[in-house]
C-alpha cells in the first residue's frame, strides 16, 4: 500500500492542543473515506460496555479499526476524529482509555485533530459515546 502523505501540524503562535490531539493535519490523498458515526456494538450487533465508558470506547475505535481495514487503511490515514460523549462525567474515562489505546495505534504521538462535543444523548439511551473519523487514502 502506497504511503499516506500527512503531517501532524503544531503551530507556535496559537494555543496548544490540551490533550491527544493536534491542531491540525496537512495531507495529500487521492481519496478521502468518512466514516460514520460508531457506537459499542459488536460485529454480531450486541451492546457493549453497559454504563461503561471505558468499555464502550474501546468498543467503538475496535469498530473503527475494523472499518479502516475494510478500506485498506490504518490508523495512521485518519485525518480527523469528532467525539460525542454524554455528559461531563463521561469526558475523564474516555480520555483515559483514549490514552491507552492511542499509544498503540499513534505510537509516534501523531495524533489527529479531535473535537470533543459533550452532548445530552445520543441515538439510544445506553451509548455513552460515538465517534466518526475522516481518513485519507494514498
Do not use: C, W
Request: net charge negative; no cysteine.
Amino acid at each position: 500500500m502506497a504511503q499516506l502523505q500527512r503531517a501532524v501540524v503544531n503551530v507556535s503562535n496559537a494555543p496548544q492542543p490540551l490533550g491527544a490531539y493536534s491542531q491540525a493535519i496537512r495531507a495529500r490523498a487521492g481519496e478521502f473515506v468518512f466514516i460514520a458515526g460508531q457506537v459499542s456494538v459488536d460485529i454480531d450487533g450486541n451492546r457493549i460496555g453497559e454504563n461503561d465508558v471505558a468499555a464502550q470506547t474501546r468498543q467503538v475505535f475496535d469498530n473503527l479499526g475494523r472499518i479502516l481495514a475494510g478500506v485498506g487503511a490504518s490508523f495512521s490515514h485518519v485525518l480527523e476524529f469528532t467525539t460525542y460523549v454524554v455528559g461531563r462525567e463521561a469526558i475523564q474515562p474516555y480520555m483515559q482509555t483514549r490514552m491507552e489505546i492511542f499509544a498503540d495505534i499513534f505510537p509516534n504521538k501523531d495524533y489527529p485533530p479531535n473535537t470533543l462535543l459533550v452532548v445530552s444523548g445520543l441515538v439510544r439511551e445506553e451509548f455513552l459515546l460515538e465517534i466518526k473519523a475522516v481518513a485519507g487514502l494514498p
